[in-house]
Protein backbone atom coordinates (compact mmCIF):
# COMPACT_ATOMS: atom_id res chain seq x y z
CA UNK A 1 0.00 0.00 0.00
CA UNK A 2 1.67 3.35 -1.07
CA UNK A 3 2.20 5.95 1.57
CA UNK A 4 -0.24 8.93 2.06
CA UNK A 5 0.93 12.25 0.86
CA UNK A 6 0.19 15.34 2.96
CA UNK A 7 0.49 18.70 0.80
CA UNK A 8 2.46 21.35 2.08
CA UNK A 9 0.70 23.91 3.15
CA UNK A 10 3.16 26.58 4.00
CA UNK A 11 3.64 26.78 -0.20
CA UNK A 12 1.32 28.07 -2.77
CA UNK A 13 -0.26 26.18 -5.73
CA UNK A 14 1.27 25.87 -8.89
CA UNK A 15 -0.27 28.93 -11.05
CA UNK A 16 1.60 27.16 -14.09
CA UNK A 17 -0.71 26.72 -17.29
CA UNK A 18 -2.74 28.26 -19.42
CA UNK A 19 -4.51 31.52 -18.49
CA UNK A 20 -8.17 31.63 -17.25
CA UNK A 21 -10.67 33.50 -20.22
CA UNK A 22 -12.86 35.43 -18.46
CA UNK A 23 -16.16 35.80 -20.04
CA UNK A 24 -18.79 38.51 -20.03
CA UNK A 25 -22.64 38.14 -20.41
CA UNK A 26 -23.86 40.83 -23.06
CA UNK A 27 -27.47 41.34 -24.30
CA UNK A 28 -27.06 41.88 -28.43
CA UNK A 29 -30.01 42.91 -29.39
CA UNK A 30 -30.67 42.20 -32.94
CA UNK A 31 -33.06 44.04 -34.83
CA UNK A 32 -34.11 42.46 -38.52
CA UNK A 33 -36.26 44.91 -41.15
CA UNK A 34 -37.37 44.63 -44.63
CA UNK A 35 -34.99 46.11 -47.41
CA UNK A 36 -36.25 49.41 -48.45
CA UNK A 37 -38.17 48.01 -52.15
CA UNK A 38 -39.70 44.77 -50.33
CA UNK A 39 -43.24 45.13 -50.21
CA UNK A 40 -44.28 44.65 -46.45
CA UNK A 41 -47.75 43.96 -46.13
CA UNK A 42 -48.03 44.29 -42.34
CA UNK A 43 -47.05 47.39 -42.38
CA UNK A 44 -49.67 48.48 -45.31
CA UNK A 45 -52.33 47.29 -43.39
CA UNK A 46 -50.99 49.27 -39.74
CA UNK A 47 -50.48 52.20 -41.55
CA UNK A 48 -54.20 51.96 -43.00
CA UNK A 49 -55.73 51.23 -39.76
CA UNK A 50 -53.57 54.09 -38.34
CA UNK A 51 -55.03 56.52 -40.99
CA UNK A 52 -58.14 55.46 -40.29
CA UNK A 53 -57.95 56.54 -36.60
CA UNK A 54 -56.97 59.61 -38.05
CA UNK A 55 -53.07 59.51 -37.37
CA UNK A 56 -50.83 60.95 -40.67
CA UNK A 57 -48.11 59.39 -41.67
CA UNK A 58 -45.31 59.37 -44.22
CA UNK A 59 -44.78 55.69 -44.12
CA UNK A 60 -44.45 52.46 -41.47
CA UNK A 61 -42.23 49.45 -41.49
CA UNK A 62 -42.34 46.74 -39.63
CA UNK A 63 -39.28 44.76 -38.18
CA UNK A 64 -38.43 41.83 -35.85
CA UNK A 65 -36.29 42.46 -32.89
CA UNK A 66 -34.44 39.74 -31.06
CA UNK A 67 -32.55 39.75 -27.49
CA UNK A 68 -29.87 37.73 -27.22
CA UNK A 69 -27.90 37.07 -23.64
CA UNK A 70 -24.76 35.25 -24.25
CA UNK A 71 -21.23 35.12 -22.84
CA UNK A 72 -18.73 35.81 -24.76
CA UNK A 73 -14.64 37.21 -23.98
CA UNK A 74 -15.51 40.82 -25.34
CA UNK A 75 -18.21 43.24 -26.72
CA UNK A 76 -16.40 42.88 -29.61
CA UNK A 77 -17.28 39.22 -29.76
CA UNK A 78 -20.33 39.51 -28.54
CA UNK A 79 -21.23 41.31 -31.60
CA UNK A 80 -19.29 38.87 -33.90
CA UNK A 81 -21.65 35.89 -32.45
CA UNK A 82 -25.06 37.56 -32.81
CA UNK A 83 -23.95 38.64 -36.09
CA UNK A 84 -23.17 35.01 -37.19
CA UNK A 85 -26.85 34.26 -35.67
CA UNK A 86 -28.65 36.94 -37.80
CA UNK A 87 -26.43 36.31 -41.27
CA UNK A 88 -27.53 31.83 -40.42
CA UNK A 89 -30.98 32.22 -38.96
CA UNK A 90 -32.80 35.60 -38.17
CA UNK A 91 -32.62 37.13 -41.40
CA UNK A 92 -32.50 35.99 -45.18
CA UNK A 93 -30.02 38.18 -46.70
CA UNK A 94 -31.99 38.32 -49.71
CA UNK A 95 -35.06 40.46 -48.70
CA UNK A 96 -33.53 41.72 -44.57
CA UNK A 97 -31.04 43.72 -43.28
CA UNK A 98 -29.88 43.96 -39.77
CA UNK A 99 -28.02 46.09 -36.80
CA UNK A 100 -26.37 44.39 -33.67
CA UNK A 101 -26.52 46.46 -30.74
CA UNK A 102 -24.46 44.52 -28.08
CA UNK A 103 -24.57 46.13 -24.15
CA UNK A 104 -22.68 44.54 -20.79
CA UNK A 105 -25.88 43.31 -18.48
CA UNK A 106 -25.29 44.20 -15.09
Avoid: C, W
Avoid at 71 to 100: F, K, W
Amino acid sequence: MPPHRIRDTTKPFSTAGPPIEVMSTYTATVTVRLKHGVLDPEAETTKHALERLGFELEGLRSTDRFEIDLEAESEAAAGERASEMADRLLANPTIHDYDVEISTRQ
